[in-house]
């Protein structure tokens, strides 16, 4: 089963949800914006996505700035605590599948994800293919 950590008002997380469900993989969503998240998550999906608590940190359309989270100095923890208080600083989407644990941005990531390709052609939210209409990957 592929989780996705989705936020509806993100076009690239849109983007790779509609590529999982063209996929037929089966898969959950968990709007992480509703539902929060708690710190043993973050920990456990960041450390399976190779990803620290700074490279997951959204910069843009988020408060970081305005919190004082782009300076260097804030620790790790203090990002997660962070993150805990307002669910949107964590970039998206995530993407847990048996084959790993991905933030997949851009989208096209989410491709090594995925135990079925989905017939193309599919396209990145930018309109850029990234599978041709024979399935094959492009660029």
């Known amino acids: 089963m592929i989780v996705v950590h989705h936020n509806p008002d993100c076009g690239t997380s849109r983007n790779v949800l509609n590529i999982i469900e063209k996929s037929g993989d ?7 914006l509703k539902e929060g998240w708690t710190r043993p ?21 988020s408060p970081a700035a305005e ?10 923890d203090a990002l997660i605590s962070a993150m805990l208080a307002h669910p949107v600083l964590v970039n998206r989407p995530i993407v847990a599948s048996p084959k790993g644990v991905r933030l997949c941005r851009p989208s096209e990531t989410v491709l090594d994800l995925l135990d079925h390709l989905p017939a193309g052609p599919l396209y990145k939210e930018d309109g850029e293919m990234i599978l041709n209409e024979k399935g094959a990957r492009v660029g």
């Open 26 to 32: 089966p898969y959950q969503v968990i709007e992480y």
């Open 41 to 61: 998550q973050l920990v456990a999906l960041f450390a399976a996505a190779d990803l620290t608590p700074r490279t997951a940190l959204r910069t843009t359309r």
């Open 67 to 76: 919190l004082g989270l782009l300076d260097d100095a804030i620790s790790d």
